[in-house]
Every structure is written in structure tokens, then in C-alpha cells.
């Protein structure tokens, strides 16, 4: 299978050198040359205008967006669309707010371009090993797109969520609940840290690491952490933080659904600009940098 991909940052990029290890034949295109000069090493083409798309795809081409949310997906989507013809699959596979997608679904549907939204989880090691994906859009479209969806991804860890949107807001509401999983670790480790007792928490967490209620990867890479920077030194307190938290307690309020662990996490992140050193704090950086590969430095 064939595709043309757009977006080779720390997860694009990943993702395509996966896909080309799988068997998917991929045809990059990135604002910057670099990564793009590092994937055809791996064996993708490089595509230097959308105008030619035609000449590397199929007849039914797949185009696959990975790309920061809002204005910039927005622009390549009215940039690639004239080249793209009816049945053709567009497919977004960045961190788009549910909303957004809903209504590209539909300003492509009207030109007869088919789309899917695809929710990625894993981080940028998930890309490279083996990513999550949940999918939204026409079922048909989905399962047209398996071969890539399956190379993509561990196995067994992507599936169907429903209509245009749904993969979104599947998505959303992964990141909101890992906001507070991620507090409640941070706290729990902040509580051991101040606690008479010194434990060393690489071990503490290497044992709550092992058939433990709480096992999980985010233990684990609390565990590394640890065993790595014990004291968390030049973390910093400030933890940086995109969309999608903020989405879920928006989408949360319009359901009449509350959401107050998901909603203090947020909270803290706001607060954690104006706030000083901060143990607590500097454990849900330090998270956000194992498996997001987020700035956790001070420097």
C-alpha cells in the first residue's frame, strides 16, 4: 500500500520510519527539508509540491496529516485539497479538537473527499515501535485503511470509535484521564518524598511497578525518572501542557458531566507558571518529557 504523508515531527517521523519498515510504501513532505532527507535514507520519496501527488499515488491517493492543530492543518488541508479528487481519503492524524474535524469532515465530504480523524496515543516512541490509534469517519474508509493502520500500530491497539469526530474525541478524553493519573502519581510521590521514611523511589516504584494495583507505563517511566535524577534536579515546576485537558472539561461541561479530577489536573498546569520549585510539579514534567519527549529542564 501506497500513501503520502505530511507532518514529519517527533511523531511524524517516527510513524513514516515504522510504516516503511512494515512494507508501506510512503511519499513525505515536510516545510523542513531535514527530516524528510532522513526518511528517504529509510526508503520514502520525497514529494516537493502537492501538485505532483498524482504522479506517486494511485489512483485513489491517501493523504495523511500529521500536523499541530488548528490553523496549520487548516491551511495544508485547503493547500493539498485541489489536488485531491472525488473518493480520494484525507486523514488527520494530529491532536485536532473534535469540533475541528467534525466540521472538515463535512467542507471535504461537499467536494467528494472522503476523511478520517485519527486519535494517536504512545508518544514518539509509540510511533517508532508501535503506536494506538483510535479512528473516526466512515467505516468503510477505516477498514480500506487497515494495512497502514495495522503496520502502524502494536498489535491489537487501534480501533473503530464511530463517525467523523468520534477518533478526536476518543482521543480527548484519553489525554484528560492521563492528566490525572499523571497528578495522582505525582502527588503520591511528592507525599513518599516528604515523608520521614527517605524511601528511595526508583524502588518504591519499581515494586508498584510489579502486579500491583497501579501498575502501568506511567509508573514505569516514574521508576526510570527516579532511577535516573533521584531529587528531580533542574526539573522544572512549570508543567507545559497542550489542548486536549482543557478540551475534555469543555466537552465535559456542554455534557453536564463533572470532571473534577480532570479539571484540578488542568488546573495545577495552569497554576504552575506563576508558582516556585515545586516536587510535585517537577514529577508530572519529568513525565511529560519520558514519554512525550517534552522540555522538562529548567534550561
Keep these: 500500500m501506497k500513501i503520502a504523508y505530511f507532518g514529519l515531527g517527533k511523531m511524524g517521523k517516527n510513524m513514516v520510519l515504522r510504516l516503511l519498515e512494515q512494507g508501506i510504501e510512503v511519499v513525505a513532505w515536510n516545510?523542513?527539508?531535514?527530516?524528510?532527507?532522513?526518511?528517504?535514507?529509510?526508503?520514502?520519496?520525497?514529494?516537493?509540491?502537492?501538485?505532483?501527488?498524482?504522479?506517486?499515488?494511485?489512483?485513489?491517493?491517501?493523504?495523511?496529516?500529521?500536523?499541530?492543530?488548528?490553523?496549520?492543518?487548516?491551511?495544508?488541508?485547503?493547500?493539498?485539497?485541489?489536488?485531491?479528487?472525488?473518493?480520494?481519503?484525507?486523514?488527520?492524524?494530529?491532536?485536532?479538537?473534535?469540533?475541528?474535524?467534525?466540521?472538515?469532515?463535512?467542507?471535504?465530504?461537499?467536494?467528494?473527499?472522503?476523511?478520517?480523524d485519527i486519535g494517536v496515543s504512545g508518544g514518539p516512541g509509540g510511533a517508532r515501535s508501535g503506536a494506538s490509534m483510535m479512528v473516526g469517519g466512515e467505516?468503510?474508509?477505516?477498514?480500506?485503511?487497515?494495512?497502514?493502520?495495522?503496520?502502524?500500530?502494536?498489535?491489537?491497539?487501534?480501533?473503530?470509535?464511530g463517525k467523523a469526530g468520534a477518533g478526536h474525541f476518543v482521543k480527548m478524553v484519553h489525554n484528560g484521564i492521563e492528566y490525572g493519573m499523571m497528578q495522582a502519581i505525582a502527588e503520591g510521590a511528592a507525599v513518599l518524598e516528604k515523608s520521614e521514611?527517605?524511601?528511595?523511589?526508583?524502588?518504591?516504584?519499581?515494586?508498584?511497578?510489579?502486579?500491583?494495583?497501579?501498575?502501568?507505563?506511567?509508573?514505569?517511566?516514574?521508576?526510570?525518572?527516579?532511577?535516573?535524577?533521584?531529587?528531580?534536579?533542574?526539573?522544572?515546576s512549570t508543567i507545559n501542557h497542550t489542548g486536549e485537558g482543557e478540551w475534555t472539561i469543555q466537552a465535559a461541561k456542554e455534557l453536564g458531566v463533572e470532571v473534577p479530577v480532570i479539571a484540578k489536573s488542568f488546573q495545577v498546569r495552569v497554576d504552575s507558571a506563576t508558582e516556585s520549585e515545586n516536587f510535585r510539579n517537577k514529577v508530572v514534567s519529568v513525565l511529560r518529557s519520558k514519554f512525550g519527549h517534552h522540555k522538562a529542564t529548567k534550561d
Design 31 to 116: 516545510r523542513s527539508k531535514e527530516p524528510v532527507v532522513e526518511v528517504v535514507r529509510a526508503g520514502a520519496l520525497a514529494l516537493d509540491n502537492f501538485a505532483d501527488l498524482a504522479k506517486f499515488l494511485p489512483e485513489r491517493k491517501i493523504v495523511w496529516l500529521m500536523l499541530p492543530a488548528g490553523q496549520v492543518t487548516d491551511q495544508i488541508i485547503a493547500e493539498v485539497s485541489p489536488y485531491l479528487q472525488k473518493g480520494d481519503l484525507l486523514i488527520d492524524g494530529g491532536n485536532a479538537f473534535y469540533k475541528d474535524s467534525i466540521r472538515r469532515a463535512k467542507e471535504l465530504t461537499t467536494k467528494g473527499i472522503n476523511f478520517l
Design 139 to 161: 467505516r468503510a474508509d477505516y477498514e480500506a485503511l487497515l494495512p497502514v493502520i495495522e503496520a502502524a500500530c502494536a498489535p491489537q491497539a487501534y480501533g473503530y470509535m
Design 197 to 236: 521514611f527517605e524511601p528511595d523511589l526508583a524502588e518504591v516504584f519499581r515494586v508498584y511497578n510489579n502486579k500491583t494495583v497501579i501498575e502501568s507505563r506511567l509508573i514505569n517511566w516514574a521508576r526510570e525518572a527516579f532511577a535516573e535524577n533521584p531529587t528531580l534536579e533542574n526539573i522544572s
